[in-house]
């Protein structure tokens, strides 16, 4: 991903104007934490930079594509192509195991998986410190069940990984090794990181800062 672009986006929830972005640039393999208080829009901004939410108005280019008038399957498919969604709840599959849970974005595309993505499961799983792959996800505890989620979300290798408050459910200790988990996955990648968080020691391990204030951008700067 070289860049992303929002240009006069807005989000509108009935009339209430949830998010109102002029201009937005994101370069390739920057880290970004998108910042403000509770209800700034700092969700719908990345629901909406992911395409998960529509936009009431304006344009959204990646690498100087527009995206933001893909059909709704075009979307999903972009999404699962190119950004690893990691949010506060985890939404794993109970009863399955933490090697199931990670492959499981990959079952609707292959009728079997390639040898080369079952290996890239067992490295994530093992660079998360994850070593019981096949122990009942129900089992683990809520910091082992986020660096599964993690996992999960980078299975593809995205080139956008996008956080929505990842460490929110998480102690400071389980918060902090997330995090540094995260950022040195997203290194070795080269991925970009947009992370919202009110975490101020995560926001700090990132380049540049946003802070949304009803839906508006209010400052961007370097952290
Ligand atoms: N689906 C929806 N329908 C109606 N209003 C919504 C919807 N989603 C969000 N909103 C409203 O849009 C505004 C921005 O919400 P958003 O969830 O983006 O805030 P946030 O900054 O992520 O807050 P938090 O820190 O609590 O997660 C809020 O006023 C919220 O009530
Ligand atoms: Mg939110």
Redesign the pocket.
């Known amino acids: 991903m070289k860049k992303i672009i929002l240009k006069d986006v807005k989000?509108r929830?009935?009339e209430?104007l949830?998010?109102d972005i002029p201009n937005f640039e994101l370069k390739g393999g920057v880290k970004l934490a998108?910042t403000?208080?509770?209800?700034?829009?700092?969700?719908?901004?990345?629901?909406v930079l992911c395409l998960l939410?529509s936009i009431s108005g304006g344009r959204i280019f990646w690498n100087n594509k527009r995206v933001d008038d893909l059909s709704q399957m075009e979307k999903d498919r972009f999404r699962y192509e190119n950004v690893g969604l990691v949010m506060?709840e985890f939404y794993l599959y109970s009863g399955l195991s933490a090697m199931q849970n990670v492959l499981l974005p990959l079952k609707f595309r292959y009728l079997k998986i390639p040898k080369q993505l079952s290996n890239r499961a067992f490295y994530l799983l093992e660079r998360l410190n994850i070593t019981e792959y096949s122990k009942n996800i129900d089992l683990l505890s809520r910091g082992e069940k986020q660096r599964v989620a993690i996992a999960r979300a980078l299975i593809n290798s995205p080139k956008v990984i996008i956080a929505?408050?990842p460490t929110a459910s998480l102690d400071a200790q389980n918060s902090t090794h997330a995090v540094k988990l995260l950022l040195s996955l997203a290194d070795e990648m080269g991925s970009a990181f947009i992370c919202?968080t009110?975490d101020k020691n995560l926001a700090e391990q990132l380049t540049y800062s946003l802070e949304?204030k009803?839906?508006k951008k209010l400052e961007a700067s370097f952290a």
């Open positions: 989000v929830f009935k209430h949830a998010l998108v403000g208080e509770s209800g700034s829009g700092k969700s719908t901004l990345l629901n939410e506060q929505d408050e919202a009110h949304l009803k839906g």
